[in-house]
Each structure stands twice: as structure tokens, then as C-alpha cells.
């Protein structure tokens, strides 16, 4: 295991927050340089750091605590009705689990729907490159959940493995297929992985309360938020403040 109290963290300098109007956003970084196994990795997570691309990183900003990790404790977990309903029109995909990989069917999917579901986003515009770098390129045990429909992939979560569980990255999907509401079926499907692990947790990145884009994150019963270093139980929306 990497020794985490030998690891350097780095500070950026405040820049605007990609979620909340008229906010300065600080992110704090582990050195990009250093080697982190899975286990440390794993143990970064419980205390709220996310992947993206290359970089581990989490929240740091002066006077504000908005964004909260989120996990999931699978073996609880019970589905809703409206997931039961998601999960009844989806039942003719197809789920194959691969290693992370670039092809033109992929980042066309990826830029389809960056450009329709994002144009307002950090990753607007979209580039072969920045698919590269964001989704393909990981020094974690990372996967590529895929949705076929007919033979036709429609639907891509990327996921890392942890020693607890699984930590959904990301996913992307054809918008228009958005009755079969893709995003909240792959985290349904990641929970079912977990469970089949037989793993406590599926992690899934930050909740900011006032940010419509993340509010789906609260929907899957019951819920762990980390505050102040420890993770609290939610079980219902109004004990969430």
C-alpha cells in the first residue's frame, strides 16, 4: 500500500465553480506524479476524493462545504417503483463488461452526447483528445460498462474498482434514448454489481444540494453523505439539509 502520509497535495488557485452561480471553486489534488495502488486509492475515496482522467482530487474551497460525496451501501438497497420501471425498459439491453479503449463508435457516442446534454459544460466543446485523457486513460482498475441495444452500443458507465466496492466515473449515452433513462439505469445495474461482489459500496462522486444535475444522486434509498470526515446514513429526502 502506498504510504498515504508520505503523498503531496496540491491546491489550485480559485477559479469559477462548474455547478453553483457566482462561486470560487478550489480543487486539491494528489501529486500527479505519485503511484497510488488500489488500495490507497480505496481509502482516498472514504474520505471523499473522485478520479477524473489521471488526477485524484477533491473539493477544497474557502467557505463552502456544497459539495458532499455520496455512496450508496448496496446491501440495503431497495429498488423504488420508478426503477423497477427503468429496469422493465431496459430488459432487452445487453451488459458487457470490457477494459477501458478508444474506437470511432465510442467517441461518437461520446461527443453526440456531450454536444446535446452538456453544450453548457467544461467539456463542451468535445475532442477525441479529451475522450482520451477523461475516460480512456486511468492508472486504476477501470472498466467500461456497455449497453448494447441491438448489437448497437448505446450507452458507456466507466467505472473503477475498489477494494469496497465500485466508483461510478461516469457515463455517457445516446440522448436519444431518453426514455429509457440510461444514466439512472447504469447506476441501478453498478448497485447489482456490487452486490454480486458482495462489496458494501458504490460511490457516486458529489451531491451538491441546490445544483438540478446532481439531484438524481439522492433518489437511490438509502443514501451516505460525508460530512465533516464521516459518512451519515439518509434514508429520507427530508432528513437531508
Not at 40 to 49: A, C, M, R
Not at 114 to 122: K, L, M, P, Q, W
Request: with cysteine.
Amino acid at each position: 500500500m502506498t504510504d498515504l502520509q508520505d503523498l503531496q497535495f496540491y491546491a489550485t488557485p480559485e477559479h469559477p465553480c462548474s455547478y453553483l452561480s457566482n462561486r470560487q471553486a478550489k480543487t486539491l489534488f494528489v501529486d500527479p506524479k505519485a503511484v497510488l495502488d488500489n488500495t490507497s486509492y480505496s481509502v482516498l475515496s472514504d474520505f471523499g476524493f473522485r478520479r477524473s482522467g489521471p488526477h485524484v482530487y477533491r473539493p477544497h474551497c474557502n467557505g463552502c462545504n456544497a459539495c458532499v460525496s455520496a455512496r450508496i451501501p448496496v446491501d440495503q438497497f431497495r429498488l423504488s417503483k420508478s426503477q423497477k420501471r427503468i429496469l422493465s425498459r431496459n430488459q432487452d439491453l445487453k451488459l458487457e463488461v470490457v477494459r477501458p479503449y478508444s474506437s470511432d463508435q465510442l467517441y461518437e457516442l461520446y461527443e453526440k452526447y456531450i454536444n446535446v446534454r452538456h453544450a453548457d459544460g467544461d467539456m463542451f466543446p468535445p475532442s477525441a483528445e479529451q475522450f482520451e485523457s477523461f475516460l480512456v486513460n486511468s492508472q486504476q482498475d477501470t472498466y467500461f460498462y456497455q449497453f448494447q441495444k441491438d448489437q448497437k452500443i448505446i450507452a458507456v458507465a466507466v467505472v473503477d474498482r475498489l477494494d469496497q466496492g465500485l466508483s461510478a466515473i461516469y457515463t455517457f449515452f445516446d440522448p436519444e434514448e431518453s426514455q429509457r433513462s440510461l444514466g439512472r439505469y447504469s447506476i441501478i445495474r453498478q448497485i447489482q454489481a456490487v452486490q454480486e461482489m458482495e462489496l458494501p459500496y458504490l460511490y457516486l462522486g458529489y451531491w451538491i444540494k441546490g445544483c438540478q444535475k446532481m439531484d438524481y444522486k439522492i433518489d437511490y434509498r438509502p443514501i451516505q453523505l460525508l460530512f465533516d470526515g464521516h459518512w451519515a446514513q439518509m434514508d429520507r429526502p427530508a432528513k437531508i439539509s
